[in-house]
Each structure stands twice: as structure tokens, then as C-alpha cells.
């Protein structure tokens, strides 16, 4: 990225230890990225063009390969990360390109791609209408974004019982209640919130629906542009 690019996310961000962390703690959430992987393969069609938003470790984009002939591209921020799912890709034997790169200015061409999708990670974005406008720009026409990402309502206890049953160890556990107590739902929008932003974006609006802890946001680019 340009040295003078905008740094894109809240915070310090997730490089060296921390996203090593993230990464092990996330792969304790492996039956929920096969569950994602699904239900995003189950509407895509053959050969279709996909780019993950923030994948991180690169677990969703790594399950979503095995279920068809993608072509999947995966754009981070964080440089560790970049790292550990190129890793885990070639582990795995999954053809991916991981890249390193800023939502807000995306280094993708205009309609791009068939599908966007972003879990996890759009609260963290310093500049969401300019994300969401890049999505928008690398989408073809009459094409879908999903964005999933964790309700700021949702009730600590709902939290607290999701965490339990992923089976973390004490410390991984204590230490992700933690950053959803003092970081995540600080950052996270509320539906109402974030249907605003979409209506600040060139998508206009898009459709929500809403799960005990999450929120899952769908968009779809018109065909034609409105003159």
C-alpha cells in the first residue's frame, strides 16, 4: 500500500502476536466457517469470482473453496494475517490469492467480481461508507455483497454462552470476552445504524436480518446505474 494511504481500520490492528492469537482462537470456530462457506456456495454458480473482505486466518475463503470451482481472492489489511492464510491455504491445498490491501481503496478493477463477502471485521473499518463504496465499484452489475457482522445490542450473555460452547481454553476464553466487552461491541453497529450507511453508499440501501448475536446485511448492484 502507499505509504500515505489511509490506514483503513480502528485501533492499533491485528499484526505479530495478536493476529497469531486471533488466528488459533478463531480455528476453534471451525464448524461456524463451514456453516458460512455453505450457505454463501449454495447461491453462488460455477466458476464465479469472489472476494472475502478481511479474511484473516483465511478459514471461511479455505471452506468455501472445497465446495466448488471458485475463484476466490481474500484482502487484508494486516500483513500477519496475509501471511498465515497463504499458510493455511497451501495446507490445505486450496487456491486462493490473499493479498495485502486497504478496503477503502481496493487494488481490484472495476467489476471484478461476483460476489463480496465480509464477516467479523466491517465495525473495524475506519471508513465504512468508502468501503462499502468499493465494494460496490469492484462488484459487476446485478451482483450481491453479504456483510455479517456482530449486533452492538446483542446481550453479553448470548456472547458469553457462544464463547462456552466453542470449547476454548480458559485464557483464549477470558481473553475474547474481554475484547468483545472493551472493543467489539464499542465499534459494532446497531441495525438501524447500519442500514444508515448503507443509504450513504452508492448501493443506496440493503436488506438485514438479524441472528440472537449478529446482524447479516444484503446488497445487490443494480444492473443500471441510476442517471
Given at each position: 500500500?502507499?505509504a ?27 464448524e461456524?466457517?463451514r456453516?458460512?462457506a455453505?450457505?454463501v ?8 469470482e469472489?472476494l ?9 475463503a ?8 471458485f475463484?476466490?481472492s ?15 491455504a ?25 460476489f463480496?463477502?465480509?464477516?467479523a ?11 462499502l ?10 451482483r450481491?455483497?453479504l ?10 450473555h448470548e456472547?458469553e454462552s ?9 485464557f ?19 441495525k438501524d ?8 453508499s452508492?448501493?443506496?440501501?440493503c ?5 440472537p ?15
Amino acid at each position: 500500500m502507499p505509504a500515505n494511504a489511509p490506514k483503513g481500520y480502528k485501533g492499533a490492528g491485528m499484526e505479530g502476536w495478536v493476529a497469531r492469537w486471533y488466528a488459533r482462537t478463531r480455528g476453534k470456530d471451525m464448524e461456524e466457517f463451514r456453516r458460512q462457506a455453505k450457505s454463501v456456495a449454495e447461491r453462488l454458480h460455477h466458476r464465479c469470482e469472489v472476494l472475502e473482505v478481511a479474511p484473516g486466518p483465511g478459514f471461511f475463503a479455505i471452506e468455501l473453496a472445497k465446495l466448488g470451482v471458485f475463484k476466490i481472492s481474500g484482502l487484508d489489511v494486516s500483513r500477519t494475517f496475509v501471511e498465515i492464510a497463504r499458510a493455511n491455504a497451501q495446507q490445505a491445498g486450496a487456491k486462493i490469492d490473499f493479498r495485502l490491501g486497504n478496503v477503502s481503496v481496493m487494488p481490484f478493477a472495476d467489476e471484478s467480481f461476483d460476489f463480496v463477502y465480509c464477516s467479523a471485521a466491517f465495525k473495524n473499518f475506519s471508513e465504512p461508507v468508502k468501503a462499502l463504496n468499493e465494494m460496490y465499484r469492484v462488484l459487476r452489475p446485478n451482483r450481491a455483497a453479504l456483510i455479517v457482522d456482530l449486533r452492538k445490542d446483542t446481550p453479553l450473555h448470548e456472547i458469553e454462552s457462544c464463547i462456552k460452547q466453542s470449547g476454548r481454553s480458559r485464557f483464549d476464553a477470558w481473553l475474547t470476552k474481554w475484547a468483545f466487552r472493551c472493543m467489539l461491541l464499542e465499534r459494532a453497529y446497531t441495525k438501524d445504524g447500519f442500514v444508515r450507511l448503507a443509504e450513504e453508499s452508492r448501493f443506496g440501501t440493503c436488506r438485514v436480518n438479524t441472528t440472537p448475536v449478529a446482524f447479516e446485511a444484503q446488497f445487490t448492484k443494480p444492473r443500471h446505474e441510476a442517471a
